[in-house]
């Protein structure tokens, strides 16, 4: 069970369950892919640094992040350049739940991959949304369905002050469906060693050194599918019969977010 308070809830996988028609358009890392950006983009994902340099302690924003043990860190999570197993767009974010990795598409038939933490509800959906708002150092405002469930929690009713224990890390990533906030984020976890691992109920966290640097590389709106695995007709998922949940996870998108255009 996860230490941290933000012990994300199920989502709605009606409300969330897309298809790959949403990865229509050419999205991309800026939005509009143009030869040149895409290329200076993959000359500098290729200069990525050795693993100690990547997790190396560093201030951000004026909060001390430490740096993560990367001896104790399974290799398969490191940030690497990989193939592309996806075959989607340059730009487009694709998370495995199957390996936990999520892979941000390059030109060339190459993907920046990363390891990520999912939700314990992670297998039981497939689908897409589009990345709408982004945020650094955000502030985690726990709903009131949420305060209801753990009391302990009401000290955080108007807002936990971001920070390196924030549950939300040092950047969110909000993901949207037909204009609708799905109430998943991509976002950072002070709890490293929760990579790899299913740990809560339904965020897609990641090592807030990486989350850093995925969000540097998201300049606008990005199509992200969510698929059990790469191979063919695994992101065709159904949607459940049962009844859905829609429980938040936080009190939605905080003041100052920029929106992805």
């Keep these: 069970m996860s230490r941290s308070p933000l012990n994300c809830v199920r989502v709605s996988r009606r409300g969330f369950l897309g298809g790959a028609a949403a990865a229509a358009g050419g999205l991309t890392l800026g939005g509009g892919l143009v030869a040149d950006a895409a290329a200076q983009t993959q000359n500098d994902v290729m200069r990525l640094g050795?693993?100690?340099?990547?997790?190396?302690?560093?201030t951000d924003g004026g909060h001390a992040l430490p740096?993560?043990?990367?001896?104790?860190?399974d290799r398969r999570?490191?940030?690497?350049?990989?193939?592309?197993?996806t075959f989607e767009q340059p730009g487009t974010i694709v998370i495995d739940t199957s390996t936990h990795y999520l892979y941000l598409v390059l030109p060339d038939r190459k993907a920046l991959r990363y390891g990520v933490s999912l939700g314990k509800a992670g297998f039981e959906w497939t689908g897409s949304a589009t990345a709408?708002?982004?945020?650094?150092?955000?502030?985690?405002?726990?709903?009131?369905?949420?305060?209801?469930?753990?009391p302990e929690l009401a000290k955080y009713a108007e807002g936990m002050p971001p920070g390196?224990?924030?549950p939300l890390g040092a950047r969110a990533i909000y993901l949207f469906k037909n204009g609708q906030d799905t109430m998943y984020r991509i976002h950072g976890t002070p709890e490293w060693n929760?990579?790899?691992?299913?740990?809560?109920?339904?965020?897609?966290?990641?090592?807030?050194?990486?989350?850093?640097?995925?969000?540097?590389?998201?300049?606008g709106q990005v199509t992200v599918h969510v698929r059990h695995s790469m191979y063919l007709g695994a992101n065709a998922g159904s949607v459940g019969s049962g009844k859905p949940t829609t429980e938040a996870i936080d009190a939605g998108v905080p003041e100052g977010a920029e929106k992805l255009q």
């Design 50 to 58: 050795s693993p100690a340099s990547m997790y190396a302690a560093t």
């Design 67 to 73: 740096a993560i043990p990367v001896d104790r860190l």
């Design 77 to 85: 999570f490191v940030r690497q350049v990989v193939i592309d197993p």
């Design 132 to 150: 709408q708002y982004k945020k650094t150092w955000p502030v985690w405002t726990p709903p009131p369905e949420m305060i209801k469930r753990k």
């Design 164 to 166: 390196p224990q924030s």
């Design 194 to 219: 929760s990579i790899g691992k299913n740990a809560s109920s339904g965020c897609l966290r990641m090592i807030n050194q990486d989350v850093i640097d995925l969000y540097s590389r998201v300049s």
